[in-house]
């Protein structure tokens, strides 16, 4: 019974009991699940259609692949094939040339891009043939059918697209003839000139200095023809395509020989201003200021020039100026400094003759306290002079002697010096220098070696010497009128606070001395 109970009890609960809630579906996840089934569909859909509908590559097609790919042989029958198939279509041309090119049937080859050129075939391709077949004839040596190609190409191709390699073909066409028809390299650098708009700013800049270098050389054959009016000439064009200091040292010693000083001095001036350590043009610009007898302007240029070369017979030069000027004080202070480089009793006599005329010139102004005060002056440096050359008289004649038959040597060298820099350089203990050199003797110079002597003004005594080989019996003659420049630096260190200078020599005769600028 009482089983029967549990039983009915058990169904009736089962039968009342609520039904568990569903959850419903999740509507986003549908939505993402739908669009990436679609996107599988639609890139199955797009892969179908590029494997299926594209069009078949074509023989033209590939045998272009083929020449891109470096397989000119293989794309050659291809290119053939096409040509007799269809004798009308152009565009074969170009690339039948770069075929024939790359495997070595040239004369077919230019026959085709020849073809091209007359047709005025235009496309991506023309240039590329034509740069090719220009490159081929360069490495043969063969600069006119370079050049040919190069103007018939004009009209097919854009200009930018040829242009630099145009210029590169003259730059290395006027190099093979710089020695040997100078004519014809100034022909082909100007050629090259014409170019510039379409070339980068670095070609241009060579073209530029290589065509104003021809251009100085052309003066020079000019110079030595005695035709100064042709040099002039060539000598501003050089200046138009590319203004360099050389150039204008140059024209400025031409203008001094026509008596033309102030377009040389303005010339000078230039070359002073743009290279600051370019002391010969510093000292033509003193030289022909007195030509020209304006001291003014000797003395403002003579002052600059002391600045980076301190030597003796600058600040001589100065006090001459000072005095021409009235300006003794100044010509006491140039020959002080110049004392104070070397002491020498002809510097001291010139000193205190300059102190007594000074002394004069302030009693007739009646400025007695100030006369007696330079008198002084002169009075202390007749007593330095006095201890100076006491015992001494012997060896101021032998050194007078030795000068006067220096300066009659030097009638008779076979070199004059065109150039010179002399340096020592910031944080540096060896002095450099750079000197140019130019035979000026009637015939080429078969033994040639020049000695350069570091000498310090301050402990009065040579640092070191190095010898310059300029020819040898052995080598290459230095030719007459030719130039050179020879670079050297002192073998031993010296101190950088001392005064320093630079003594030429030629078999022991002295040809000049630079003082040492400090930079």
């Known amino acids: 019974m009482s089983g029967l109970l549990y039983r009915t009890i058990v169904e009736k609960s089962f039968l009342n009991a609520q039904p568990a ?32 509908l594209r069009p078949a590559e074509t023989p033209y097609q590939h045998a272009i692949y083929l020449i891109k790919s470096g397989k000119a042989a293989a794309a050659l029958p291809i290119l053939e094939d096409l040509s007799k198939q269809q004798p009308d279509n152009v565009r074969l041309f170009p690339w039948l040339a770069q075929a024939y090119l790359h495997t070595d049937r040239v ?78 390299a100034v022909a082909h650098l100007e050629s090259a000139y014409a170019l510039l708009p379409e070339i980068s700013d670095q070609l241009g800049s060579v073209i530029r200095h290589k065509l104003s270098e021809a251009y100085r050389q052309s003066a020079t054959i000019a110079e030595a023809d005695d035709n100064d009016d042709k040099a002039q000439t060539i000598l501003e064009k050089s ?12 024209l400025g010693s031409i203008y001094a020989r026509q008596k033309k000083l102030d377009q040389a001095i303005a010339n000078y001036d230039l070359v002073a201003k743009s290279d600051i350590n370019n002391l010969e043009a510093r000292h033509k610009i003193v030289e022909l200021a007195c030509v020209q007898k304006d001291y003014a302007k000797a003395q403002t240029a003579l002052i600059e020039l002391t600045d980076k070369e301190k030597s003796v017979e600058n600040f001589q030069l100065l006090a001459s100026l000072d005095l021409k000027l009235g300006n003794y004080p100044g010509a006491v202070r140039a ?23 000074w002394s004069n010139q302030l009693k007739k102004e009646n400025k007695l306290q100030e006369a007696l005060a330079v008198q002084g002056h002169a009075e202390r440096v007749l007593e330095q002079l006095t201890d100076l050359t006491k015992d001494k008289d012997d060896d101021e004649e032998k050194t007078s002697t030795d000068k006067k038959n220096i300066v009659d040597e030097q009638h008779n060298l076979p070199i004059a ?26 015939q080429a110079l078969n033994d040639l070696t020049l000695t350069a002597v570091f000498f310090d003004n301050t402990a009065r005594h040579p640092t070191g010497s190095v010898a310059m080989t300029v020819a040898t019996p052995q080598s290459a003659p230095f030719e007459l009128g030719a130039s050179r420049s020879l670079y050297f630096s002192c073998p031993n260190i010296v101190k950088a606070d001392h005064q320093l200078s630079v003594i030429l020599f030629w078999k022991g005769r002295l040809l000049r001395e630079f003082p040492v600028v400090k930079l």
Request: hydrophobic share 40%.
């Open 107 to 184: 004369a077919e080859g230019r026959l085709a891009l020849d073809t091209a050129l007359r047709m005025n075939v235009f496309n991506d391709s023309m240039a590329s043939t034509v740069l090719s077949y220009a490159s081929y004839y360069e490495v043969k040596g063969d600069y006119e059918e370079a050049q040919e190609l190069y103007r018939s190409a004009a009209k097919s191709c854009p200009p930018k697209s040829l242009s630099e390699s145009q210029a590169k073909m003259y730059l290395k066409w006027a190099d093979k003839q710089q020695t040997t028809d100078l004519p014809q």
């Open 239 to 250: 200046v138009s395509v590319s203004d360099e200091p050389a150039t204008r040292m140059i």
């Open 417 to 442: 010096l065109s150039f010179s820099r002399i340096w020592l350089a910031k944080g540096s203990l060896t002095p450099e220098g750079e000197i140019k050199i130019k035979n000026v003797s009637s």
């Open 21 to 52: 809630a569903k959850k419903p579906p999740d509507k986003n996840n549908f939505k993402l699940w739908q669009g990436i089934v679609l996107a599988v569909c639609l890139t199955g859909v797009a892969a179908w259609v590029v494997l299926f």
């Open 335 to 357: 020959f002080e400094d110049a004392t104070d480089l070397r002491q020498k009793p002809e510097l001291l006599k010139e000193l205190h003759s300059v102190l007594l005329d």
